[in-house]
């Protein structure tokens, strides 16, 4: 199988073929840079490789990209660009996690804000933190969603991609563990195909502290994604998801491209496709579209 080489960033004023040769002679691989080609001018580039990278060289490529705040990723040659999307939204697409934001809001942030980094991290079942978060706001005001909305913040890129993709003929879903009532909001302005989450129960302009069974989880995320592989007519491996979380480690590892956007720890050892330096441009470039192509706004 051939395979390419991506370097990319968004911290850093310039990647160079020279620093992609650098990072590429510490794993061992002596690259032609003559076949490098620019997709950003000094931000990314792509080179095809002479040899197959394993774990271990793929582990070096990474330590020293990362001393120089570029993200190294490998991909195969041949089918990087995805005719499916599907994407987190908290600290994925926006920037924030949208009940922490709440729950700040709230005054409880002191209460939830540790239960979201133990669940995030794998560290706790995910129905189960979810179920212990929202019991604390039971019979707070539903005027929470409306004031965390008004503080949304997109991560850099995120319009950039669901747009480029969707110009391309790709179709784009934002799955999240969040709600619905915050995610249709975000996905109408990034412009998703649509989107899916949990319902948040409210009543009389009061929230409930829970929402309607069945919870979407990790699980849930990795059926949509079969699902809509099936309802387009495409295999796993035409589909890229992005996110950041334990949860969504199962749909990362089903697709195609499966990529931990500054991802938790357990992301970051077991999912191969990183993006610890680059916005979420990083995935057009995965997929070898070049700045020319963007679509933004």
Known sequence: MHQTAVFSSSTRGSVTAEIASGILGAAGIDADLAAVRVLDEAHALDLPLPETVDVDGMATLRARGDLQGIDANIVPSEGRRKQLLIADMDSTVITSESLDD??????????????????????????????????????????????????????????????????????????SGGFTVITAPVAERCGFTGTHANHLEIEGGKLLGKVRKPVLDSGAKARYLAHYCAELGIAPAEAACIGDGANDLDMLEAAGFGVAFHGKPLLRENIPLQLNHTDLTGLLYLQGYTADAFISG
Request: proline share 3%; charged share 25%; with cysteine.
């Open 102 to 175: 709440m729950a700040r809001l709230a005054g409880i942030a002191d209460d939830i804000l540790p239960i979201t980094t133990r669940a995030m991290r794998g560290e706790l079942d995910f129905e189960q933190a979810l179920d212990a978060r929202l019991a604390l706001f039971a019979g707070k005001p539903a005027s929470l969603v409306d004031e965390a909305l008004a503080e949304v913040e997109f991560s850099g890129g995120a319009t950039t991609l669901v747009r480029t993709m969707r110009a391309a003929g790709a179709s784009c879903y934002l799955v």
